[in-house]
């Protein structure tokens, strides 16, 4: 359910609407919560696990509240066990509020940080994705001015390494083509305009090629990205946050989908946050929770074959 004082429930009360007798969901939270949405009885595909973990007395849609953020985390380790226990077969989560965890205690600045600390994952990545692109982000949650000296040999050929992983694994292609934006205007116009991509891209680039990865860049990232858009290239390596962002919102925030890779299952999550200032009518759109859904069941679909094929 994410923080149930955002949109989570609205988007999972429409999502039950149109899906509950095509997709079997199993939905972790505060039942009450999501009866205030309009659901009061689920359909036969659909099983809720009633946490109760919000008082009713000290709730209200749209409030940043340090038990909100508490009762997330909650429904994401029952999740959690779930999986493990192979009762469910992936995992999508709804928004949680940054500010609620800072205020909760926690130190996590997200869902993505708190499963790479839980399932033990540092190197977890990040894909953003809608059906024109796939992204991945070599930074992630980071100021803008501590992007350039953030991005080591190390974490950009992790990324990249995640990147071509995922794409056999959970998307069946045998020969991925990624393409790296740069850091700077003009991917630094050989240097000119600063020097991250001659000092650091460009030898990691040379490096995994050599290994078989067919890995191209680095490019300014208008050129990378415009590129991927045309099929070109299977996905792009963005270096900070923004620079993936913004392209996939412009294309359609409806349909983005967050896609964690390094995990021991599927993740993935709506490309919107909680939406505070929506949460207590019925505005929000389910269209990228539904996108989510979806590329979970096909990411988990498409692993167990590419795991069929090893064995």
């Not at 392209?247 to 599927?266: E, I």
Request: proline share 6%.
């Amino acid at each position: 359910m994410g923080d149930p004082a955002g949109v989570g429930p609205t988007i999972i009360a429409k999502a039950i609407n149109k899906l509950g007798r095509i997709v079997p969901l199993v939905i972790f939270g505060d039942f009450w919560i999501l009866k205030k949405k309009g659901i009061s009885k689920l359909p036969k595909e659909v099983e809720f696990i009633d946490l109760n973990k919000v008082k009713p007395d000290r709730f209200s849609f749209g409030l940043v509240h340090p038990d909100n953020s508490r009762a997330a985390i909650a429904y994401l380790d029952k999740a959690i066990e779930f999986l493990k226990r192979g009762q469910v077969d992936c995992l999508v989560t709804c928004p949680i509020s940054k500010e609620g965890l800072a205020k909760a205690g926690f130190s996590w600045s997200g869902h993505t940080e708190y499963l790479a600390e839980k399932e033990n994952c540092p190197d977890l990545v990040m894909m953003l994705l809608n059906n024109r692109l796939r992204i991945s982000l070599v930074t992630r949650h980071l100021p803008l001015g501590s992007v350039p000296s953030s991005i080591t040999p190390k974490l950009l050929s992790k990324t990249i390494l995640k990147t071509n992983q995922a794409l056999k694994e959970y998307f069946l292609l045998t020969k991925p083509k990624i393409v790296v934006c740069g850091i700077n205007p003009h991917a630094s116009d050989n240097g000119v305009i600063g020097k991250e991509e001659l000092t650091i891209v460009k030898p990691v680039l040379k490096r995994l090629l050599k290994k078989g990865i067919s890995v191209y860049g680095p490019f300014p990232a208008d050129v990378a990205l415009a590129e991927a858009y045309e099929g070109r290239f299977d996905a792009a390596v963005a270096m900070y946050h923004d620079q993936a962002l913004i392209p996939l919102k412009f294309l359609g925030n409806d349909q983005g989908v967050n896609l964690t890779l390094g995990l021991p299952f599927v993740r993935t999550s709506p490309l919107h946050g909680t939406a505070f200032d929506i949460a207590a009518t019925s505005k929000a759109n389910p269209s990228s929770l539904i996108s989510a859904i979806f590329m979970a069941v096909k990411c988990s679909l498409n692993q167990k074959k590419a795991l069929a094929k090893i064995s």
